[in-house]
């Protein structure tokens, strides 16, 4: 029985293909790869299947598209890497265990980012994160409260003198809002939005006096009031 290839699957077949071309070709950031027309003769298939396979490229950030100029090899980051599988989230289910190994991969990256925040952390990013402390405390009875304390965790990691994980701790914070409807209910409990702004509120004050066992040591806390809840 003969097996038909749609269209689109004929796309994704094509831009796979087109990244081992790339990489044949030892390819790299800023050069420009062929026409539509030049690439429709390499893989045997029509231009509009070539369009659709390099926008694919494009839209995960492999490929560039310059208006007039043509498509040029982008820069592979670790965060366009880590993007791709951001479009599966919806269909993401996780089990118990799962879900407690997420919080413990969240504790050891943040317990490493207070640490070289305490080390490395300037006025200035000291003063931004005081800053996003100040719009969750603004906005703690809003819906927006829960945005803002992962804003927060977010910002510390930003200080922390790592590239890396700033992208892996938002990683995790997009698995953690997989189950944005359990968080914004522990939100809602008595008390909980008070105790973790307070919380906050330590951990600056303690990355300030550039005590990384105290901001370790509140975090920890911290996060076993938000993992209690």
Same mark, same amino acid.
């Given at each position: 029985?003969?097996?038909?290839?749609? @269209?689109?699957?004929?796309?994704?077949?094509?831009?796979?293909?087109?990244?081992?071309?790339?990489?044949?070709?030892?390819?790299?950031?800023?050069? @420009? #790869?062929?026409?539509?027309?030049?690439?429709?003769?390499?893989?045997?298939?029509?231009?509009?299947?070539?369009?659709?396979?390099?926008?694919?490229? $494009?839209?995960?950030?492999?490929?560039?598209?310059?208006?007039?100029?043509?498509?040029?090899?982008?820069?592979?980051?670790?965060?366009?890497?880590?993007?791709?599988?951001?479009?599966?989230?919806?269909?993401?289910?996780?089990?118990?265990?799962?879900?407690?190994?997420?919080?413990?991969?969240?504790?050891?990256? *943040?317990? $490493?980012?207070?640490?070289?925040?305490?080390?490395?952390?300037?006025? *200035?990013?000291?003063?931004?994160?005081?800053?996003?402390? @100040?719009?969750?405390?603004?906005?703690?009875? &809003?819906?927006? +409260?829960?945005?803002?304390?992962? +804003?927060?965790?977010?910002?510390? !990691?930003?200080? !922390?003198?790592? &590239?890396?994980?700033?992208?892996?701790?938002?990683?995790?914070?997009?698995?953690?809002?997989?189950?944005?409807?359990? !968080?914004?209910?522990?939100?809602?409990?008595?008390?909980?939005?008070? @105790?973790? #702004? *307070?919380?906050?509120?330590?951990? #600056?004050? +303690?990355?300030?006096?550039?005590?990384?066992?105290?901001?370790?040591?509140?975090?920890?806390?911290?996060?076993?009031?938000?993992?209690?809840?």
């Amino acid at each position: 029985m003969k097996t038909v290839i749609n @269209k689109q699957s004929l796309s994704e077949q094509v831009a796979e293909q087109l990244i081992q071309f790339i990489a044949d070709r030892a390819l790299r950031p800023g050069d @420009k #790869i062929p026409t539509e027309n030049e690439l429709a003769e390499v893989f045997h298939v029509g231009r509009s299947t070539i369009r659709e396979a390099v926008k694919r490229l $494009d839209n995960v950030g492999v490929l560039s598209v310059r208006q007039g100029r043509g498509t040029f090899v982008n820069r592979i980051s670790v965060q366009t890497v880590l993007g791709q599988s951001h479009s599966l989230y919806p269909f993401l289910e996780l089990d118990r265990k799962e879900l407690r190994d997420i919080m413990e991969v969240r504790r050891l990256l *943040e317990t $490493d980012a207070i640490r070289r925040a305490a080390r490395s952390a300037s006025a *200035e990013e000291l003063h931004r994160l005081e800053n996003v402390h @100040k719009m969750h405390d603004h906005n703690r009875h &809003s819906s927006s +409260a829960l945005d803002m304390d992962l +804003a927060f965790h977010l910002e510390l !990691a930003k200080i !922390a003198d790592n &590239s890396i994980l700033p992208i892996l701790l938002e990683t995790v914070n997009q698995l953690f809002l997989r189950y944005t409807p359990v !968080a914004a209910a522990t939100f809602e409990m008595p008390d909980y939005t008070d @105790k973790v #702004i *307070e919380q906050h509120r330590q951990i #600056i004050q +303690a990355l300030t006096a550039r005590d990384g066992e105290r901001a370790v040591e509140i975090l920890i806390n911290h996060l076993n009031t938000c993992e209690s809840m």
